[in-house]
């Protein structure tokens, strides 16, 4: 059985002709940890010599195959000077695999990492001997595993693929003023989404009026400080990027509506030096985001209603009471401890342009890991409050609504959508020389596998494509290089450490037989997590559409 306290050092096989020539994760970083039965975060600590580029970090659950997890940068190329660098978390007792790469990207050959913890080595077969191993022996090492590599998925688009149809057809979209866009999955071929392909869901229409000269965001409420910033103001500030997958929460909700998804690059500044500048009460608990955008809403079901108001209009209700019809501004909120997340960003670039109108211009919020509706565009207050905000957003529209049985009780359940839930989807099948490949996306998580099901039939793991640099294209057809995309993205000081993009993934099918056949896909997250079957008891209870993130069945025909 494997155990771990902490790990203590890596060593390589075969050795890689001094490309990388040692590799340390030193119990002095993180001695001891096992909260929730996992690392946090951790340093790695690189020798290199002759290496200019980078290096590609796997790891895997136990009976999956290796899955990339992260990029390290080794810039010390001279001396056997050392780079330190940061590896997302891992469950406990996951081995670890490191591929070399040259800066221009090209692969050098296999480095396979055996990772080994300060109590014994992490391999079913225990009784080979330190010494042995770490000589870096070959027929020990063979003798203890065999190990599998996983490489770069192939990219999206590949010049003379032919792609295999669906038969599963889905309907077209019907008319809508709420939702555009949405792009077939079969078409899905670069990793960043370009925006005139992104879909688009507005619930009060797109504002008449975005002038970016008179724009405003106001910091209000309970602040000690309250401001009013210009976009010349935000545009001042700290710069940062994030590859972040947008997904509207009704994502396959209905048969038509199941590609409201795009991946893109936002730009803009952090949010939570704002929050603290403007010095945030103690009794907030509290903020919300209000875009310019408004539109009509009636509040029915309210038994306190007593007046109009000023601008409301009232009309009976069945039960006596009165249904009050309002303009309401679009508006979501978060806790003070989510807002505060310090990758949220008031946005005003996307993929390196001006936001379009349809997408927020000027300025948006951007809340990483969150459904699409909390993603405010047309932002224009920031207010913090010491109670919860009720508007249609948060209490009358995108709440899950559950019917769960207890105890032999039926118990309704009413919760507001909230952060992105583990996600895939089989995107097309495609053939090649004879050969078919299943081709498809994951995303609301960190990733770390993906598995294909033909015909309900066992599970096959799919190979992930390499993960994207800091803020980086992993996929995006483009003239540089990944290194070199890798490379600008550091220097630009960009963030994509936590896994907020999707991760592209193929499962070659080879020749399967000719006929009619059912493609199915599950994630994996780094927490262990699996993305839940259709009947799955917390989907199967749901009685509204939103957060639907069971797994996805396509039907193809194979000729």
């Not at 057809?169 to 989404?193: A, M, R």
């Not at 936002?266 to 009794?283: N, S």
Request: charged letters at 20%.
């Amino acid at each position: 059985m494997m155990q771990s306290v902490y790990w203590e050092s890596l060593c390589f096989f075969p050795p890689p002709d001094s490309l990388l020539t040692t590799a340390e994760i030193g119990s002095d970083f993180f001695p001891g940890v096992q909260s929730a039965g996992r690392f946090t975060h951790r340093r790695l600590k690189l020798s290199a010599e002759g290496l200019a580029g980078y290096a590609h970090v796997c790891s895997r659950p136990a009976g999956h195959a290796w899955q990339p997890i992260h990029y390290i940068q080794a810039k010390a190329v001279k001396g056997g000077q050392c780079a330190s660098v940061q590896l997302c978390p891992l469950p406990q007792g996951w081995p670890i695999n490191i591929t070399a790469f040259r800066r221009n990207g090209q692969h050098p050959g296999e480095c396979i990492a055996l990772v080994r913890e300060s109590r014994e080595i992490l391999m079913d077969n225990q009784d080979i001997s330190r010494r042995t191993i770490l000589k870096g022996g070959g027929a020990a090492f063979t003798a203890m595993t065999t190990l599998r590599v996983t490489t770069p998925a192939p990219a999206f688009g590949q010049a003379g693929e032919e792609v295999i149809p669906w038969l599963d057809t889905l309907p077209p979209p019907p008319p809508s003023d709420v939702n555009d866009n949405l792009q077939p999955w079969e078409k899905l071929d670069s990793w960043i989404t370009p925006a005139e392909r992104f879909f688009n869901v507005n619930h009060y229409g797109q504002p008449d009026s975005l002038d970016e000269s008179a724009w405003r965001v106001g910091i209000t409420g309970l602040v000690a400080r309250p401001r009013s910033l210009t976009i010349a103001d935000l545009k001042a500030r700290e710069r940062r990027e994030v590859d972040f997958t947008l997904e509207c929460s009704g994502d396959n909700g209905f048969d038509w509506f199941s590609s409201a998804i795009g991946n893109a690059r936002w730009a803009g500044t952090p949010l939570a030096p704002l929050l603290e500048q403007a010095d945030v009460l103690r009794q907030a608990s509290e903020v919300v985001f209000y875009g310019v955008d408004r539109g009509t809403a009636t509040i029915r079901d309210n038994g306190g209603i007593l007046t109009p108001g000023q601008t409301g209009e009232v009309q009976p209700d069945s039960d006596g009471g009165l249904d009050l019809t309002i303009t309401e501004q679009f508006a979501r909120s978060m806790s003070i401890d989510e807002a505060l997340n310090r990758d949220n960003l008031l946005c005003y670039e996307m993929n390196g342009q001006p936001l379009p109108p349809q997408h927020g211009f000027p300025v948006r919020l951007i809340a990483p890991g969150w459904y699409g509706v909390a993603n405010v565009k047309w932002l224009t207050r920031i207010e913090v409050l010491d109670r919860r905000h009720a508007g249609r957003f948060m209490s009358r529209d995108y709440i899950n609504i559950r019917e769960e049985q207890r105890d032999g009780q039926t118990v309704w359940t009413f919760t507001t959508v909230g952060p992105i839930r583990l996600k895939s989807a089989p995107a097309r099948v495609t053939r090649q020389n004879g050969q078919y490949t299943v081709k498809g996306a994951a995303w609301g998580a960190p990733i770390s596998g993906v598995e294909v099901q033909i015909d309900d039939g066992p599970w096959h793991a799919a190979a992930l494509d390499s993960p994207a640099a800091p803020a980086g294209l992993s996929s995006q057809a483009g003239d540089k290089s990944q290194a070199n995309m890798l490379d600008s993205s550091i220097s630009r000081g960009n963030n994509n450490s936590r896994g907020y993009a999707w991760r592209f993934w193929s499962f070659k099918w080879e020749m399967p037989a000719s006929g009619k056949h059912t493609v199915r896909s599950r994630a994996f997250d780094v927490n262990g997590n699996i993305q839940p079957a259709p009947d799955d008891p917390f989907l199967a209870s749901k009685r509204t559409y939103w957060e639907s993130n069971g797994q996805i069945t396509r039907q193809v025909l194979i000729p």
